[in-house]
């Protein structure tokens, strides 16, 4: 099993490590030294102000670059929002559901973008159609929502200004769900990063109240900075140049799965950011992991969580500690020796999918029994 030293640096999703934001102890104190004349700079007394220039925030050119930044950002985003609407969903064609999108607004009024696969039998995201078409032909329904800056989502890509409001538009986006399907029984599903949401999620009563139980495949929960100083430094980053992105780090792309095919698909598919991950986006994945690994042991929402033991962008010892100390009364772990970061795109997807379709039918099972 992969130790924490080898883990990948993070490019999208989450790792062991964040990618580092300060390279080398020479670039900390450069850093360091530049912070320190910059408060200096504060503390001299201010001359009477002069007319708006260039640097002035509120002057006509800084106001026109600000209006061309966000009309790029718009830009981007209509174009991956086209992308998405764009993909057939229905995997290879014979998929015995009906598919959709719509657009959902989060608690931020930010438009997500959301697709849907129902089975045509019942009532009840892109990359994800296939293992959507084996919950469906065992008559589950799916909802898939693109976070803000993924996807077809509003936002620059690959920001995310608060993992916070991405945990609160999953419980309105739960909310809406409950509203639609109340009697149906209802499971949520997170992976790498995307884990990490789910389960904070899950630790707020209302939330845990409307799921029967969650599924986290690859959950980023041991997430550490390449250097301690790293750490140190990132809140301040993060509030100064929260959009920047470090260059230079995973130009080969991390390894997610054995499949060739699926490594080409990955890295090529214009709708997932593979990029250098952005200071604000890396901070935020810190700053969740560490709030999770204080309160593993207060999780009492049942859940089954899967790894992968080769797996090099996030650790499953984690998930076995995770396992270990939480309070659930129905949790179940399963750890895939060999197996690498992406479950549901691994040669061995189809038996993944199946495992996580028997453990809610074994949940649903145990409920019934108990009624």
């Known amino acids: 099993m992969s130790s924490a030293a080898e883990m990948e640096p993070l490019t999208s999703g989450a790792s062991n490590r964040i990618i580092p934001i300060i390279k080398t102890l020479r670039t900390a104190v450069l ?127 690959g920001y995310v200004p608060s993992l916070d409001h991405v945990v609160a538009d999953t419980g309105a986006f739960l909310e809406k769900i409950k509203l639609e399907y109340p009697e149906l029984p209802c499971f949520l599903f997170g992976h790498s990063t995307g884990g990490a949401v789910v389960l904070k999620a899950a630790t707020y009563p209302h939330i845990e109240g409307m799921l029967e139980g969650i599924i986290l495949t690859s959950p980023a929960l041991c997430v550490k900075p390449a250097h301690p100083l790293v750490g140190a430094v990132a809140p301040i980053f993060s509030v100064v140049v929260p959009k920047f992105q470090f260059k230079g780090a995973n130009k080969r792309g991390i390894p997610v799965s054995r499949d060739p095919a699926a490594i080409i698909a990955k890295y090529s598919d214009p709708l997932v950011y593979t990029g250098p991950i952005r200071v604000r986006t890396g901070h935020e994945i810190l700053r969740i992991s560490s709030y999770l690994l204080r309160n593993f042991g207060s999780v009492t929402i049942p859940f089954f969580v899967l790894h992968g033991t080769a797996d090099k962008v996030t650790d499953p010892l984690a998930s076995r500690d995770l396992y270990d100390v939480a309070a659930s009364k129905f949790k179940d772990i399963k750890l895939y020796d060999g197996f690498l970061h992406d479950l549901l795109f691994e040669p061995e997807r189809e038996e993944i999918g199946q495992d996580i379709i028997d453990w809610m039918e074994k949940k649903l099972g145990a409920q019934s029994e108990q009624i």
């Not at 849907?116 to 019942?122: A, H, I, Q, V, Y």
């Not at 919950?135 to 898939?144: C, H, K």
């Open 31 to 157: 850093f360091l030294q530049s912070l320190f004349l910059a408060v200096l700079l504060l503390l001299l007394p201010r001359r009477r102000a002069a007319p708006a220039t260039d640097s002035d925030p509120h002057s006509p050119k800084k106001s026109a670059r600000r209006r061309s930044l966000w009309r790029l950002e718009e830009e981007d985003t209509l174009r991956r929002r086209a992308l998405a609407e764009g993909i057939d969903m229905t995997g290879d064609g014979d998929c015995q559901c009906r598919w959709n999108t719509f657009l959902f607004y989060g608690v931020r009024r930010n438009a997500l973008f959301v697709r849907s696969w129902l089975p045509e039998t019942g009532e009840m995201n892109g990359r994800y159609a296939q293992f959507a078409k084996q919950l469906t032909s065992q008559n589950f329904g799916v909802y898939a929502m693109d976070w803000i800056g993924h996807g077809g989502s509003d936002g620059l890509h």
